[in-house]
């Protein structure tokens, strides 16, 4: 089981390019070494847009993609496909990427088991399944190429002109919904809500798009920072 050590930073949900510039900026820190960190959590989401086994896709986010290929030969990143953001490997082949199918993933953390995800696991519903399992495949995005450019012209255009920040009504069933594929685990750690919120063992994290902040290990515990 790997551990998750002391100044760990976890970062979610920063949606870029379309939403600020607080991503880049934090990695870029990481690289000047102005931030130190071991470990490098991405919970998913942290691009706007972006996918594996697609060139042009690449072109909107280079910076941030050429920032965390350098990163990934000095610190342990750890990368939670959100749905934003999957098909990864291919782009960042020395991060450890995780799929939806294989989150969450069980970590240590001062003798507890801590299970990280994404956040869009659990309790989402057949429809949203099937349509996860489709999208996020290489053999669609294959067939998508003669109508790529159209296709990702059409979402960035969209996603750029989204509303993203919002509070979650009745958050606390949602979270006792979620804790029930859970056993014999201490703490989950998750994103995708944007909520940046702590309900018993369930740790949401804020959004870097809308709270504008991280999650950093401080005394073995999570504690949200900005930077």
Known sequence: MIQIKKSAIFIADSHYPHH????????????DKSIKTPQLFLMGDNFDLLFG???YIKTFSQDAITLLQNLSS????????????FCLSEIFPQIRVYSRDEQP?????????VAISHGDRYATGFGYNLYSKL?????????LKPWERKIIDYQMKKLSQKKICHSFDRFE?????????YKDIDLVVEGHFH??????????????????????????KMVFVKL
């Open 20 to 31: 600020k510039k607080d991503f880049v900026d934090i990695l870029k820190k990481i690289e």
């Open 53 to 55: 086994y697609n060139e």
């Open 74 to 85: 000095h610190i342990d990143i750890y990368y939670f496909e959100g749905n934003h953001d």
């Open 105 to 113: 993933v069980i970590f240590g953390l001062n003798n507890q088991r």
């Open 135 to 143: 999208l996020r495949n290489r053999y669609t995005l294959t067939l």
């Open 173 to 181: 069933q949602r979270v006792e919904e979620i804790m029930r594929e």
């Open 195 to 220: 909520q940046g919120k702590i309900v018993g063992r369930y740790i949401s994290l804020p959004s870097q798009a809308c709270q504008g902040q991280i999650g950093v290990i401080r005394d073995s």
